[in-house]
């Protein structure tokens, strides 16, 4: 059974009560099953619950061509009046239906009038399909309904794949243990994703806690070991703001006493996760999922190249397995290749794509259509694409502007989030992108993509220092599973833990 990763906190079968659970943020304290006996002892009960559930559930098969067809079938929509033909579009999809449930399109082709020796009846039913016919030719030639051809090859999805009880499972174990997880509420997909992020980070990693462990519980530290773990900071991308704030609390606590190694770097875990959970002081809920039964907007700005598509994809693909009804808005009208990529990304994650086949259309034009689509089919999650490079600013904020205003009238009781598309390898370079979108759009979140193998990590504690924006998803691979919700006590913990 697919795992939700929008609920995560809902599905364990502990005792700790609901209001409890939407605090994604663990308890701050280190874990509590210290004894390598307990740990290990969680972790071989953990592995052994996947074992099971992996041999009880049949293996996932690569999905049928067909199914994949029926489910991706692109929703191509011609340019004015949009509204109509969406309808038009419905209306041919219900009598085409209709057809087929009767096996009318096997008849024999119908005649462009109908003869003159049939009934008054047959005559009428016989015009029905004639002009049917010409609808469904006339259709074809305006806006035919594109199938994108289902990929050759199907993904694993991590409950396929076999799982090794190695260091990294042992590890994720340990940090789903010190959230208060039970053995058998751990999923495989949990713990794939966990061993990816610590190995994506493996680089920021060494660089900071190698010198940190050097320094670090030596004594109270002094000017040279300051400095010290200031290159150190620096060096991973965090940013001069973020490391001068973690510096100054550090040694507020360093300066004054003798701390163990591995206290002082738990204190430092601490500053971390406060520095990345602070955006999200005023929210009702530190957890991110779309509201069920609503209609929830999400705006994906970035720059080209970031990973706006390929996180579109993911989430889609995320949203669909939580059980989400959810659809694409191919907004990026501005480069006709990002289209036909979004429109890949629909295909494999079997969510449908509102895209525009005119040349330079008007991206609100295709937002519109894509919230009548959504309002049509009753969905929960809408995404949608936006084009990145723009001439200048003023450009993006007219395009973005224009994009909100039509939401806003269409969807005013849309639950609107925009996120900002973040590739981490761009360490502070990426951040001064970020300023702009900033500027042109309402940002409310940040997702930072290419995590993995890069040594610029320490960025996401920049971003959210510099731009005040909670991280949401981040990436660190470019399948399909490579994005998940932000958490930070794992983030920190992958980016810390020895
Ligand atoms: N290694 C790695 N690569 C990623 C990740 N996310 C995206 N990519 C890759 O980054 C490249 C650009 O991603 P896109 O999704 O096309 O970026 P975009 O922002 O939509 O840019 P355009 O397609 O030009 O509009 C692709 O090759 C992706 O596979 C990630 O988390 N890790």
Same mark, same amino acid.
């Given at each position: 059974?697919? +795992?939700?990763?929008?609920? =995560?906190?809902?599905?364990?079968?502990?005792?700790?009560?609901?209001?409890?659970?939407?605090?994604?943020?663990?308890?701050?304290?280190?874990?509590?099953?210290?004894?390598?006996?307990?740990?290990?002892? +969680?972790?071989?009960?953990?592995?052994?619950?996947?074992?099971?559930?992996?041999? @009880?559930?049949?293996?996932?098969?690569?999905?049928?061509?067909?199914?994949?067809?029926?489910?991706?079938?692109?929703?191509?929509?011609?340019?004015?009046?949009?509204?109509?033909?969406?309808?038009?579009?419905?209306?041919?999809?219900?009598?085409?239906?209709?057809?087929?449930?009767?096996?009318?399109?096997?008849?024999?082709?119908?005649?462009?009038?109908?003869? *003159?020796? !049939? *009934?008054?009846?047959?005559?009428?039913?016989?015009?029905?399909? @004639?002009?049917?016919? =010409?609808?469904?030719?006339?259709?074809?030639?305006?806006?035919?309904?594109?199938?994108?051809?289902?990929?050759?090859?199907?993904?694993?999805?991590?409950?396929?794949? #076999?799982?090794?009880?190695?260091?990294?499972?042992?590890?994720?174990?340990?940090?789903?243990?010190?959230?208060?997880? =039970? #053995?058998?509420?751990?999923?495989?997909?949990?713990?794939?994703?966990?061993?990816?992020?610590?190995?994506?980070?493996?680089?920021?990693?060494?660089?900071?806690?190698?010198?940190?462990?050097?320094?670090?519980?030596?004594?109270?530290?002094?000017?040279?070991?300051?400095?010290?773990?200031?290159?150190?900071?620096?060096?991973?991308?965090?940013?001069?703001?973020?490391?001068?704030?973690?510096?100054?609390?550090?040694?507020?606590?360093?300066?004054?006493?003798?701390?163990?190694?591995?206290?002082?770097?738990?204190?430092?875990?601490?500053?971390?996760?406060?520095?990345?959970?602070?955006?999200?002081?005023?929210?009702?809920?530190?957890?991110?999922?779309?509201?069920?039964?609503?209609?929830?907007?999400? !705006?994906?700005?970035?720059?080209?190249?970031?990973?706006?598509?390929?996180?579109?994809?993911?989430?889609?693909?995320?949203?669909?397995?939580?059980?989400?009804?959810?659809?694409?808005?191919?907004?990026?009208? /501005?480069?006709?290749?990002?289209?036909?990529?979004?429109?890949?990304?629909?295909?494999?994650?079997?969510?449908?794509?509102?895209?525009?086949?005119?040349?330079?259309?008007?991206?609100?034009?295709?937002? +519109?259509?894509?919230?009548?689509?959504?309002?049509?089919?009753?969905?929960?999650?809408?995404?949608?694409?936006?084009?990145?490079?723009?001439?200048?600013?003023?450009?993006?904020?007219?395009?973005?502007?224009?994009?909100?205003?039509?939401?806003?009238?269409?969807?005013?009781?849309?639950?609107?989030?925009?996120?900002?598309? !973040?590739?981490?390898?761009?360490?502070?370079?990426?951040?001064?992108?970020?300023?702009? +979108?900033?500027?042109?759009?309402?940002?409310?979140?940040?997702?930072?993509?290419?995590?993995?193998?890069?040594?610029?990590?320490?960025?996401?504690?920049?971003?959210?220092?510099?731009?005040?924006?909670?991280?949401? /998803?981040?990436?660190?691979?470019?399948?399909?599973?490579?994005?998940?919700?932000?958490?930070?006590?794992? /983030?920190?913990? #992958?980016?810390?833990?020895?």
């Amino acid at each position: 059974m697919a +795992f939700n990763w929008f609920q =995560r906190q809902h599905q364990d079968s502990s005792d700790t009560p609901a209001a409890e659970k939407q605090e994604v943020t663990p308890p701050v304290t280190e874990p509590q099953v210290d004894p390598t006996e307990d740990l290990l002892a +969680f972790a071989k009960s953990a592995y052994k619950n996947i074992q099971q559930k992996q041999q @009880a559930s049949p293996v996932t098969t690569a999905p049928e061509v067909a199914d994949v067809e029926a489910q991706t079938i692109e929703t191509v929509l011609d340019t004015a009046p949009v509204v109509s033909e969406v309808a038009l579009t419905a209306e041919l999809d219900v009598e085409t239906a209709n057809n087929l449930d009767s096996g009318s399109l096997d008849a024999a082709t119908p005649e462009p009038t109908a003869p *003159s020796n !049939l *009934s008054f009846l047959e005559r009428a039913a016989a015009e029905r399909q @004639a002009k049917q016919e =010409r609808l469904i030719a006339a259709a074809i030639e305006v806006a035919q309904p594109e199938v994108v051809t289902p990929a050759t090859t199907a993904e694993t999805t991590p409950d396929q794949e #076999a799982l090794a009880f190695d260091e990294g499972f042992l590890w994720s174990a340990e940090v789903l243990a010190a959230q208060g997880r =039970r #053995a058998e509420d751990i999923s495989v997909e949990e713990i794939t994703w966990l061993k990816k992020l610590r190995q994506g980070l493996d680089k920021t990693r060494r660089n900071i806690l190698n010198q940190l462990k050097a320094i670090v519980g030596q004594g109270p530290l002094n000017q040279a070991a300051v400095s010290e773990i200031e290159a150190a900071l620096l060096q991973a991308d965090v940013g001069v703001e973020a490391t001068d704030y973690i510096v100054n609390t550090l040694q507020k606590k360093l300066l004054a006493e003798v701390t163990p190694p591995e206290e002082a770097i738990a204190y430092l875990k601490q500053i971390l996760r406060d520095m990345l959970d602070a955006p999200l002081q005023k929210a009702p809920s530190f957890s991110f999922a779309p509201e069920k039964e609503t209609l929830n907007i999400w !705006l994906i700005t970035g720059v080209n190249g970031a990973g706006k598509t390929t996180t579109i994809g993911k989430i889609s693909h995320l949203a669909q397995k939580s059980g989400y009804k959810c659809l694409i808005g191919a907004a990026d009208t /501005f480069r006709a290749a990002a289209v036909e990529q979004v429109k890949v990304w629909g295909q494999r994650s079997g969510v449908e794509v509102i895209a525009n086949p005119g040349k330079n259309t008007d991206p609100a034009a295709v937002v +519109f259509d894509a919230i009548a689509a959504a309002q049509a089919r009753e969905t929960e999650l809408l995404l949608v694409d936006t084009a990145g490079r723009l001439q200048n600013k003023k450009n993006l904020m007219d395009e973005l502007g224009k994009v909100r205003r039509i939401i806003d009238k269409k969807a005013p009781n849309a639950k609107i989030e925009s996120l900002l598309v !973040l590739d981490a390898t761009l360490g502070q370079n990426g951040l001064r992108q970020a300023q702009v +979108f900033s500027q042109a759009a309402q940002l409310t979140g940040v997702v930072l993509t290419k995590l993995d193998g890069t040594a610029k990590g320490g960025v996401a504690l920049a971003v959210v220092q510099q731009l005040g924006l909670p991280i949401r /998803f981040i990436g660190a691979g470019e399948g399909m599973e490579d994005l998940r919700p932000f958490s930070s006590y794992e /983030f920190v913990e #992958a980016l810390l833990s020895g």
